[in-house]
């Protein structure tokens, strides 16, 4: 693997020549630049420091991807194995020869799908690791990948990753985030939300925001636009972007999370903040 690829430090999204002073993915007020400023790193140095990828079995066909120790964001990825291709959704600020033969043993990658521009981690190095593998990029979404490649694919709203494996743009966090939504081996849908839907620590339940680490609500007419439109979707089992997950009644939990979300965004409940 090659040692000389640029990556932020911060947010772990690869970054090609010339490198701008300042990651534009941190500078967006969904993300941030360090107090000490902005910090760049290579998969050369990374390597040097004992990063490795971690691969474990979710379930049977999805295996998740975290890169030890915590590196960029520290975002969760999935792989996807079907028998008509593997698709990795969420895409790892690192990796090595260790990792590329790992996933090499379950079947390789088919597609890459970056849920939005915090996650594009890797995704040209990835691609090429595995002989072109086509990246699917949001057509809202294009101007923030930092480093381009002739596999990247442009998808407006809806998109087929792979027979079988679903990618749809659902907004929100950006306007071009999506969802992927596959049949898992129990005949179950199951949704990879990464943080478009978000499960939270109360099962049975996900949140919506535009920015997670600074904190920053969604309007409640775009958090129902989320939800109506994966509302045809009998979602059963929904993966975040951290490792959390909704077991079981996702497509339950995602309308009745975007209703209250909406209420308590739009005033509904101010009775019960002790304002008078």
């Known amino acids: 693997m090659r040692a000389d690829l640029t990556l932020c430090a911060t947010c772990g999204v690869e970054a090609a020549d010339p490198l701008p002073s300042v990651c534009p993915i941190c500078e967006d007020e969904r993300q941030f630049v360090p107090g000490g400023g902005q910090a760049w790193t290579t998969t050369g140095e990374l390597a040097e420091s004992g990063r490795q990828v971690v691969l474990e079995e979710a379930e049977p066909g999805l295996h998740s991807l975290?890169?030890?120790?915590?590196?960029?964001?520290g975002q969760t990825c999935y792989l996807v194995t079907t028998a008509s291709g593997n698709v990795l959704f969420d895409v790892p600020p690192y990796l090595d020869d260790e990792a590329v033969a790992a996933v090499a043993g379950l079947g390789g990658i088919d597609a890459i799908v970056a849920s939005h521009p915090h996650m594009y981690g890797l995704q040209v190095a990835w691609s090429e690791a595995f002989a072109g593998a086509r990246i699917f990029v949001a057509r809202r979404d294009r101007a923030w990948v930092q480093r381009t490649?002739?596999?990247?694919?442009?998808?407006?709203?809806?998109a087929e990753a792979v027979p079988g494996v679903r990618v749809r743009r659902v907004g929100g966090h950006f306007p071009g985030s999506?969802?992927?939504?596959?049949?898992?081996?129990?005949?179950a849908l199951v949704l990879l939300g990464s943080d478009s839907i978000s499960?939270?620590?109360?099962?049975?339940?996900?949140?919506?925001?535009?920015?997670?680490?600074?904190?920053?609500?969604?309007?409640?007419?775009a958090v129902r636009g989320i939800a109506?439109?994966?509302?045809?979707?009998?979602?059963?089992?929904?993966?975040?972007?951290f490792g959390q997950r909704t077991r079981q009644g996702g497509a339950r939990a995602i309308a009745e999370s975007a209703e209250r979300y909406a209420e308590w965004v739009s005033g509904v409940h101010d009775d019960r903040v002790g304002h008078d």
Request: proline content about 9%; some cysteine.
């Open 66 to 73: 975290r890169v030890q120790p915590r590196t960029g964001i």
């Open 178 to 187: 999506c969802v992927l939504a596959f049949e898992g081996r129990d005949g």
């Open 228 to 241: 109506s439109r994966i509302a045809d979707l009998p979602v059963e089992r929904i993966y975040g972007s």
């Open 199 to 221: 499960p939270v620590a109360r099962d049975g339940w996900v949140t919506f925001m535009r920015s997670f680490p600074n904190y920053l609500p969604l309007s409640a007419r």
């Open 149 to 158: 490649s002739p596999h990247l694919t442009e998808f407006d709203d809806d």
